[in-house]
């Protein structure tokens, strides 16, 4: 089944074998960077270190889906849906529910870990804009390089409500992140005569 080189880089079933087999590698490397951490004297070293490797091992994969080619890339002129809703409204209509799951879950990885990560990104609104950017990034490529897909509006609808749906989902431990810092006594600044 998965014979040639190309089968394991370049096919939706090859991503996904390489992503399970990954897997011990990715909780390796949340390990190991907690552990240089701690020695390091940081105080949340485990928590950054998931975060870290959680936003790469779950954003890589779908992204590297989204950019393989169709069946005639560099052929095919690259298409463009523009409306809003009218490619979703034909999914739902075909009964290809999968491809929404599919569209809502390519960053939400980033939107889960990002929040916990950087303190700047820990509101539902900045992960929402930093989701439709990086959608936008993705479609805007998928033109580019002509890879014989479509690049459409929708898309990006549904990348960004599934990063925004993802932080709504860690919002309790960013928050409780946030809290405990603050609750953190701040160090007092020269008094001036």
């Known amino acids: 089944m998965l014979n040639r080189w190309h089968d394991w880089v370049g096919t939706f079933t090859g991503v996904v074998v390489i ?3 990954a897997l011990p590698l990715a909780a390796l490397a ?3 960077l ?3 951490r701690s020695a390091n004297g940081s105080s949340s070293a485990w928590r950054t270190s998931l975060a870290d490797v959680g936003i790469v091992y779950g954003t890589v994969p779908p992204v590297w889906m989204i950019l393989l080619p169709g069946e005639e890339p560099g052929v095919a002129p690259g298409r463009v849906s523009l409306v809003p809703l009218a490619d979703l409204l034909e999914i739902v209509a075909d009964g ?9 879950l390519v960053f939400a990885a980033l939107g889960f870990f990002a929040p916990l990560r950087f303190a700047a990104l820990a509101s539902v609104s900045r992960i929402l804009a930093l989701g439709a950017g990086c ?3 993705v479609e805007t490529a998928q033109y580019v390089l002509q890879l014989d897909r479509v690049s459409s509006v929708d898309d990006v609808l549904l990348n960004a409500a599934g990063a925004g749906l993802a932080a709504l989902a860690s919002r309790p431990w960013w928050r409780a992140a946030a809290g405990a810092s603050s609750d953190q006594p701040r160090p007092l ?3 001036r005569s």
Do not use: C, D
């Open 19 to 21: 992503t399970v087999l």
């Open 30 to 32: 949340v390990w190991v």
């Open 34 to 36: 907690a552990h240089l």
């Open 96 to 104: 290809a529910t999968g491809q929404i799951v599919g569209n809502l």
């Open 135 to 137: 959608s936008t990034l």
């Open 189 to 191: 600044s020269p008094q």
